[in-house]
């Protein structure tokens, strides 16, 4: 059985749209500036604290402070993200992202243009030893994997639509930096503050998820936050 769900909104919860919601999983669309799970820096609220009022049973069996969380996404960047609301489906979908099972897309607008209009990217990347906040490409890093496909292009700006083939930490953030196209309004990777756009906010979307969960295909997709469009016409 497949099932496909291509709508952008069904409800909400504290002004976060829930794409989709069964007994197994919910998948939300994770606005930007928003935490996935609590750290030790801050004791704001985050996803994980939303997912706990719909479901407080995870509490019960959960990674502790990252209850339901199988994959994450950066702070500044929004999109879709799946969250487990059962134990079975909690170990069944950390191991499908873990063996690079789930297809993740997403797209990004980037400061200007890339060499090629389709390639595939593969860096080594590794914890900066400058900045303990970024990932930096280093010679013995974790091989990094990603496949990008150039949509449109305006005189400073591209949208591309990237297949991530590993999940590293900011690993679209820290190739995009090495290429010299960072991501729009991604400061910590050498992008241009973008006057558009707050300081909680980079071009970076979290467009397309596709997993199978007990015999069953999913695809979910969402469109990019609004100043994507405003970003792209200037």
Known sequence: MVYACWLFRRWKINNIDIIFQNKNFIVFNKPNGLLTHPNSKSKEETLRDYLIKIKPELKGWGENHREGIVHRLDRVTSGLIVCAL??????????????RKVNKKYLAIIQGHLSSETGKIELPLKRSES????????????????EYEVIRTTKN??????????????????????????????????????????????????????????????????????????????
Do not use: W
């Open 157 to 234: 700006h591209s949208l591309v639509l990237i297949n991530l083939v590993t999940g590293r930490n900011h690993q679209v953030r820290v190739q995009m930096e090495y290429l010299k196209t960072p991501v729009v309004n991604d400061t910590l990777y050498g992008a241009k503050p973008n006057m558009l756009i707050t300081s909680s906010e980079i071009c970076l979307h979290s467009h397309i998820l596709n997993f199978n969960l007990f015999n069953e295909e999913f695809t979910f997709e969402s469109p990019p936050p609004d100043f994507f469009n405003k970003v792209l016409e200037v």
């Open 131 to 146: 900045n303990r906040s970024k990932r930096a490409v280093i010679k013995n890093g974790r091989l990094s994997i990603s």
């Open 86 to 99: 059962e134990e079975e489906t909690f170990i069944s979908l950390k191991n499908q992202f873990k063996e």
